[in-house]
C-alpha cells in the first residue's frame, strides 16, 4: 500500500503572516513553485499562491513592497497525514478543488507537501477523476 510517505516532498519552505507580498513571490520565483505555507511562528495558519498574489494582491492595487502575506493568504488548510493512502489523499484533492496538501504530523508540524503532480509521476493511482474535480469551476475570486 503507498502512503503520503512515500511519496511527498519532505522540505517544504514557509512564509510567515507578516512577510510582504514580495517576499512570498521571490520565494515562490526561487524555488520554481506555486504555493507556500504561512505559518504564525511555527504554527500553520493558510497557503498563498502565486495566483493570490497576482489576483488577491496585485490586480486589486495592493502594493507588493509593502502589503503582507496576511492580506491575500487563503487561511482554510487543507492537509493529510503521512500515513494516508494516495487514493484517500486524491479524494480530498478533488472535493477540496486544491492541487497541494500540506502533509501534517500527529503533533500538527509541517512533515511534507503533496501535489496532485507528485501522485500523478510518482505512482500508479490515476489522478484522472481529482484532476476533473479540482479543476470544475468554482466561483471568482
Known amino acids: 500500500m503507498t502512503t503520503i510517505s512515500d511519496l511527498m516532498t519532505r522540505e517544504v519552505s514557509v512564509v510567515q503572516l507578516s512577510d510582504a507580498l514580495q ?4 520565494r515562490l520565483r526561487d524555488l520554481n513553485i506555486g504555493a507556500l505555507p504561512v505559518c504564525d511562528g511555527e504554527t500553520v495558519v493558510g497557503m498563498v499562491t502565486d ?14 513592497a ?9 487561511d482554510e488548510v487543507h492537509a493529510c497525514a503521512p500515513s494516508d493512502r494516495v487514493e484517500a489523499a486524491l479524494q480530498q484533492m478533488g472535493d477540496a478543488q486544491v492541487r497541494r496538501l500540506l502533509v501534517l504530523d500527529a503533533d500538527r508540524r509541517i512533515a511534507g507537501i503533496v501535489s496532485l503532480g507528485d501522485l500523478a509521476t ?3 493511482v490515476p489522478t484522472d477523476r481529482a484532476l476533473r474535480e479540482i479543476s470544475e469551476p468554482g466561483p471568482a475570486a
Open 66 to 74: 509593502e502589503a503582507l502575506v496576511s492580506d491575500v493568504m487563503t
Open 23 to 26: 517576499t512570498a513571490a521571490r
Open 51 to 64: 495566483r493570490d498574489i497576482a489576483v488577491r494582491g496585485v490586480a486589486a492595487g495592493l502594493d507588493p
Open 122 to 124: 510518482r505512482q500508479s
